[in-house]
């Protein structure tokens, strides 16, 4: 086994492959403790970076570039409380280039595009992280060929365009919260699905601009993630309420609109996301409710799934707290599909979309 393999292992060999997003979740999103708060409360009173909106304070010290390989890298941003895996990604992508002992443009393109496909390779089912690295190669490499450029020059300009890159990537979710503004009204009651970084600051910024609403929050089974959903929102002072997941129609009287992240964005406009949002899309759908969608536009993934099971599967592990009956099967797939019409708009960092206008961005992305 490669060095870097063993960075994702499969703790359970005889079983499905589990995705290394949610062997690693615990790091980030493990369910808390009941004096969770308290600590919060003190941690967010004695340290100043808590209010960092893009989860990189300007006093923290990043990441030392070229530090490791291209996974070293990785795995350093990664650790970042709220960085995403992608954006973890594109700023290691960017430190290759910056260390790089290239001598031709060939010999850059080649060895990014080995890192890329390493990166890949850390979690083939995790559909914003195998985006995030194609899109830095598209928007890195397509100046790598200009003509009249020796190559410091060059490297130069793909240096300055991979940061560039990183730095919307960093700013996507503060951009997104700024733009969901005008769709939080006071009074209003909103349902999110489990836990999701963007939603979240969403809902943080419409509590600091002093708008009053209220939170309908799922448990986000099997691992909880509403749970931890719900403690960050109390600790705003948001009004939340937890249902168990199979609650959602029964409550969907209540709800003015729905509020999802995505794992990705796919060519049709639909959405890949945790298990239980297609189900939510639905059920808003038949009622009326709008359902929106925050999500970076480093995850428009050039994906056109059919149903459910066209697309990679992404296997979690399962523990229903008693034991599975011998020869009983069990569905561990960790996300479903929700179709553009069940969606009513995407939030993100490129602007506010209709799903039908997906496509078009895509194509933009990748020319």
Wanted: proline letters at 6%.
């Amino acid at each position: 086994m490669e060095p870097d393999a063993a960075q994702n292992p499969n703790p359970n060999p005889g079983a499905p492959p589990i995705s290394a997003y949610y062997q690693t979740r615990a790091e980030h999103h493990a369910v808390v403790s009941s004096d969770w708060l308290a600590h919060a409360a003190a941690a967010a009173a004695s340290d100043p970076s808590a209010d960092g909106a893009d989860g990189v304070d300007d006093a923290d010290p990043l990441p030392s570039p070229g530090s490791g390989g291209v996974i070293e890298e990785f795995n350093l941003w990664r650790r970042k409380p709220d960085a995403a895996e992608a954006v973890a990604a594109i700023m290691a992508l960017a430190a290759v280039i910056r260390s790089s002992r290239a001598t031709t443009m060939m010999e850059l393109e080649i060895e990014l595009k080995k890192a890329s496909d390493k990166l890949k390779s850390w979690d083939a089912t995790s559909i914003s992280l195998s985006a995030a690295c194609d899109l830095f190669m598209r928007f890195v490499t397509r100046t790598s060929h200009l003509e009249h450029e020796k190559f410091d020059a060059a490297k130069s300009r793909l240096i300055e365009r991979g940061e560039k890159f990183g730095e919307i990537s960093l700013k996507a979710r503060k951009t997104i919260a700024m733009l969901s503004q005008d769709f939080i009204s006071d009074g209003c009651t909103m349902l999110v699905h489990g836990y999701s970084r963007v939603v979240l600051e969403v809902l943080k910024l419409a509590a600091s601009n002093h708008k009053l609403f209220r939170v309908l929050c799922t448990e986000g089974r099997p691992d909880r993630t509403g749970l931890r959903m719900s403690n960050e929102l109390a600790v705003l002072g948001i009004p939340v309420k937890v249902l168990i997941d199979s609650a959602v129609a029964y409550s969907m009287d209540e709800v003015d609109m729905v509020f999802v992240g995505a794992d990705g964005v796919v060519e049709s406009g639909g959405i890949i996301n945790m298990m239980g949002t297609y189900q939510i899309a639905l059920v808003a759908h038949s009622m009326n409710k709008p359902v929106y969608v925050a999500a970076e536009s480093y995850k428009f993934a050039r994906l056109y799934p059919l149903d459910q099971k066209d697309m990679t599967p992404a296997h979690r592990p399962i523990d229903f707290g008693v034991p599975v009956p011998i020869g009983v099967e069990v569905e561990t797939s960790a996300r479903d599909y929700t179709p553009p019409q069940y969606l009513t708009l995407l939030l993100t960092d490129l602007g506010v979309l209709t799903p039908s206008v997906v496509s078009d961005e895509l194509i933009q992305l990748y020319l």
